[in-house]
Structure formats: structure tokens, C-alpha cells
């Protein structure tokens, strides 16, 4: 556990890093891309001077940029300078435009498989495999949530109590690493079974992983791209992330081995994602071996996403003593009327929560983009912008979700913001036709933080469901406050495209009286 704390603590701008995944895609280098149409675009921060002063400016305060490129050209398409090259920011209707392009002229892997270095990193580059995952997280996690939610309440309420420990008295813990844990051991239940996913064999590398795997990304960026061939024997993140790979096939071999011969055998079968994927690796042509490597593909995309997620709902609620007697009472009204169990129906009902979480969203955006993509193919929007073969294209989904005609007073924490929408109990400045677009999980084009389009995050409703139950389950369990003498909410950190919680700081918990 301290191991994991340490790590973070050593390493806590490495995990700002995770904001790159929220954003779907990672930085690239598309310097020299825009020699064709994109050129004439608008390049915000121009006055800045060279590339190398508009980089500069961009990881001081990329949200000014933003917010100047969003103001000046609401409806248009315009450029900007990131860490590694140019990139075309789209507004609102013409990503509307865009994810209605096919992959192949608009790609969401290309984009995926350059910027996370996947010649050095071997991260990506498997089509097969993402599309299995993906299919796995659509038809079986999302449809058999109804079934598994019972299981994972219980997994849910044994492992806070455990992790948080008893906290007789005022006791600090440093949120994020503690909710790393539970969130592994949570998600694990599911990906790999109650047993499997206690084991700090499994859970501990696939926490680390993704860290060591984020590390050697942004050690690799900070060489240019023709020196990185040699800077890759400098970064030794990149051997232990092929330790891990090889430490995951070594330590599953043996359990798949054991539930083939089950299968053989026509026992009776464990009901969780590895033996979903076992059930229907021969289908996808996928190889047992292969299977352990896209259990820690899952672990990546799933654990540090909710972790953050759930830490920055925390840290907005721990400032707000009146808003968790209100959540309490919402959640124990509901527990009441659901025979104390909380199911998916259950769930739904807490609604204040589901505000409550999709405010945090909105104010703690993770990346400042969403929407990151590729373009493979030449493509003219409707306006007649031009996107070149080999551009990036982004939206600036942290300054549309600031936007003052779209969320009312934008800068404000409001708890029942989305409620209210949901309600319809306050005029709809977007105007829904279906006031249920103002749920956690739904994705619009006002509203990216699952991303967008085909490809916005088929995890969504396991994790909306996963972070109510965690949420559900410490406010019920114990009290909490902020340690003597802070009153603020902790600051986010902020550089370049982060906008993330701050992994090492600490809250206080107490168990609750029953
Ligand atoms: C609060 C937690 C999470 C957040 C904020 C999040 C966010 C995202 C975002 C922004 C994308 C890119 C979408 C786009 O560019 O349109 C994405 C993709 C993805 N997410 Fe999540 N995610 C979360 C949890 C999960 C979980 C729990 C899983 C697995 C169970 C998961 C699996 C995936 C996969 C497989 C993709 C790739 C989809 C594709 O390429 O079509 N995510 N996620």
C-alpha cells in the first residue's frame, strides 16, 4: 500500500499524465503538417513568436489560449501550438460533423498508437485486441450490470472498510492512493473475479503499470523524436512495463490454464470479464497468452480514470458539510426503498449524486480537450474547412463546459446543477428535447468528458456505477473533513492540457455512528 503512496508521491506530475488518456489520445508530433489547407486557419497565440515561444506559452497556460482561440472564434475552426506540434481546435458543431466521418479518414487509434510511442512502448497497434475489449465492455460488462451490481455492492462495502481502516478517531489519508486500491480491488471483482482480485500480484502491477507506462511517455517526449532510438536506453520505465507484461502472462497462465480444463470439463464457470473473453477468444481469434495483456489494457483504461474521477467529487464534497447530509440523506432514502441493497434501479434513483458528480466533471475537466483524433485521409467540412491527411484534431472541451451560455454561471459549483436541468425545474439554456442528456454518463456535444461519437468511452456506465457505490459507501461509513486549518478545496494541478486533482493530499476520515 505505502509502496503505491510513495510511487505517487514521487511521481505525482507523471500521473497528471493519466489526463492524456481522459483525452482519448496523446500529444503528436505534427510539426511540418500544415503546409496544405490547415495553414490558413487562424493560429491562436501567434504574437507570441516561434514555435518554440508558442510551446513554451502552451504548457505555462494553455487554458488562456484556449480560452482566447474559444472566445474569438466560436463557430470556427482555428489552430494552436502544443508541446509537440500544431493542432486544429474544432467548435461544437463541426466535431458534431466530424464523428459522423468513417475511421477510415478519421481515426481515433492512429492518433492513439503515434502519441503513446507504441514503436518504444508497444502500447496499441492491435486492432483486434481493441475491438474485443471493446465489444466485451459493450455486450457483456454494461448488458450483465443489472446482475453483477449486487456482487459488486458487497465487494464495494468490505473492501472501503478494509482499506480505510477502522479511523476510531480523526485519521488522515491521502485520498487518491487509497482510492487507487479500492478501485483495483473493486473493478477486479469484475474483471477477474472475488478471488484474483485481492491479490496484490495482480492488483499492485496493475495500478503501477499504467504509471510506468505514462512516465516513460512523457520521458520519451522530452527527447526529440529522431534522439528518442537512443533515449529509450535511458528511460527504465520502459523495461519494467515489459516486466509487468511479462509478470501479468506469467501469473494468468495458470489460471486460464485451470478454467479451460473447467470448460472442458462442463463445470460450473467464474462469471467475470476473464472468462467472458475466455468464452469468446476463439471467435475473436485471440490467443490465451494475448488474454493477460488485454486484462492490463482494461486495468489502464479503467483504474486511474475513476480513481481521478472519484477523488475530484470527493475533494469538492469534503468542502461542502451541508451537501454530504443531503447526499446521505439521498442515498438512505433510497437504500430504505430498495430493501438495502444497491442495485442498478437504486443507483438511478440517486440523482443529487449523479449531479453532484457530473458537476465535479465539469469543473475538473482532467485534459482541457476531448475529441482527440487523427486524420488519415483528407476531409472538407460543411464550412469548408479543411482538414489535411496527417492533422490533429481536437475539442476544446474544457472552455465549452466554462461557457456561460451553456451552463449558467459556469465558475460556481452548483451540487444541483444537472438535477435541476433533469428536473426541468430551471430553464434548459441548451434546450434538450430529452432532459436525461443531463445524466452522468450521457456524452453530447456540450458535454465530453466520456469523449464523443462512436468512440466515446464504452466504460462509462460500469463506472458511473462503480463511483456511486464507492461514493455511496464512505459517506455512509464515515465522516469526513479537511485537515485543521485548510478551508479551501485542494487546487487542481494544472499544466499544459492537465487539469487534474492533486494525487497526495490528505482528508480526514472518522467512522460514522450508525
Ligand atoms: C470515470 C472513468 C472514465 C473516464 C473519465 C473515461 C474517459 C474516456 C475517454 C475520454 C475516452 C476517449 C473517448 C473519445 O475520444 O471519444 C475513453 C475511451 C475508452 N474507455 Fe474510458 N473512461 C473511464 C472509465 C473506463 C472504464 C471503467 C473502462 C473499462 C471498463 C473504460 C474503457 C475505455 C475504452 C476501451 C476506451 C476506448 C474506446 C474506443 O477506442 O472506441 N473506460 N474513456
Redesign the pocket.
Known amino acids: 500500500m505505502d509502496q503505491v503512496s510513495n510511487l505517487l508521491a514521487e511521481r505525482g506530475p507523471v500521473v497528471a499524465s493519466v489526463a492524456l ?5 496523446f500529444v503528436l508530433s505534427s510539426l511540418g503538417l500544415f503546409s496544405n489547407g490547415a495553414a490558413k486557419l487562424p493560429l491562436v497565440g501567434q504574437e507570441i513568436g516561434s514555435a518554440e515561444k508558442r510551446r513554451k506559452a502552451f504548457i505555462a497556460n494553455a487554458r488562456d489560449l484556449y480560452a482566447r482561440g474559444y472566445k474569438q472564434f466560436q463557430n470556427k475552426a482555428w489552430r494552436l501550438t502544443d508541446t509537440d506540434g500544431e493542432r486544429i481546435v474544432l467548435p461544437r458543431h463541426l466535431v458534431d460533423e466530424a464523428r459522423r466521418i468513417p475511421d477510415s479518414h478519421i481515426d ?2 492512429k492518433a ?1 498508437e503515434k502519441a503513446n510511442e507504441i514503436k518504444y512502448t508497444g502500447l496499441g497497434g492491435n486492432q483486434q485486441h ?1 475491438d474485443f ?2 465489444h466485451l ?1 459493450r455486450s457483456d ?1 454494461t448488458r450483465g450490470l443489472n446482475r453483477i451490481n449486487t456482487r459488486l455492492s458487497a465487494e464495494t462495502a468490505a473492501t472501503v472498510i478494509r482499506e480505510l481502516g477502522p479511523c476510531e478517531d480523526w485519521t488522515p489519508a491521502v485520498v487518491y492512493s487509497k482510492l487507487l486500491r479500492i478501485v483495483a480491488i473493486v ?1 477486479g471483482n469484475i474483471f477477474l473475479g472475488p478471488e484474483l482480485c485481492q491479490q496484490d500480484e495482480w492488483t499492485n502491477p496493475a495500478i503501477t503499470y499504467t504509471v510506468d507506462l505514462f512516465t516513460a511517455i512523457g520521458k520519451l517526449k522530452q527527447w526529440s523524436p529522431w534522439t528518442r532510438p537512443i533515449g529509450q536506453y535511458f528511460i527504465p520505465e520502459l523495461k519494467s512495463i515489459k516486466q509487468k507484461r511479462k509478470q501479468a502472462r506469467a501469473w494468468l497462465a495458470p489460471v486460464i490454464a485451470e478454467r479451460r480444463k473447467l470448460m472442458k470439463e462442463g463445470k460450473e464457470l467464474p462469471d467475470d470479464m476473464l472468462q467472458w473473453m475466455m468464452n469468446k477468444s476463439a471467435e475473436f481469434n485471440i490467443s490465451d497468452d494475448d488474454l493477460s495483456l488485454i486484462q492490463l489494457n ?1 486495468s489502464l ?2 483504474i486511474h ?2 480513481t ?2 472519484t477523488t475530484m467529487t470527493l475533494y469538492d464534497l469534503v468542502v461542502r458539510p451541508d451537501l454530504v447530509k443531503e447526499l446521505r440523506h439521498e442515498i438512505k432514502t433510497v437504500l430504505a426503498a430498495n430493501d438495502n441493497v444497491l442495485t442498478t434501479q437504486a443507483l438511478f434513483q440517486m440523482k443529487l449524486l449523479d449531479s453532484v458528480m457530473k458537476e465535479s ?1 465539469r469543473l475538473n475537466p ?1 485534459s482541457l480537450v ?4 487523427y486524420v488519415e485521409k483528407p476531409v472538407t467540412l460543411s464550412d469548408g474547412t479543411h482538414l489535411p491527411s496527417g492533422s490533429m484534431i481536437e475539442s476544446p472541451y474544457g472552455s465549452i463546459v466554462q461557457d456561460p451560455t451553456l451552463y449558467t454561471n459556469p465558475q460556481t459549483f452548483d451540487a444541483h446543477r444537472f438535477l435541476n436541468l433533469r428536473n426541468g425545474t430551471v430553464p434548459d439554456p441548451l434546450e434538450y428535447k430529452n432532459r436525461e442528456q443531463y445524466q452522468f454518463v450521457t456524452v453530447t456535444k456540450d458535454f ?13 456506465f ?3 456505477n ?2 456511486k457505490l464507492i461514493l455511496a459507501r464512505i459517506l455512509l461509513d464515515y465522516d469526513i473533513k479537511m485537515p485543521d486549518g485548510v478551508t479551501e478545496r485542494y487546487p487542481n494541478l494544472k499544466m499544459g492540457l492537465d487539469d487534474l486533482p492533486d494525487p497526495t493530499r490528505e482528508i480526514m476520515f472518522k467512522r460514522a455512528k450508525a
Do not use: D, K, W
Not at 488518456?21 to 489520445?25: D, E, I, K, P
Not at 465530453?448 to 462509462?460: L, S, V
Open positions: 488518456l481522459l483525452a482519448g489520445v481515433i487509434n492513439f481493441t475489449l471493446i465492455i460488462l473493478s482494461l483504461a479503467a480514470t475513476t481521478l474521477t466533471q482532467g476531448r475529441f482527440v483524433r465530453m468528458h466520456f469523449g464523443y461519437g462512436r468512440h466515446a468511452c464504452p466504460g462509462r460500469f463506472a458511473a462503480e463511483i
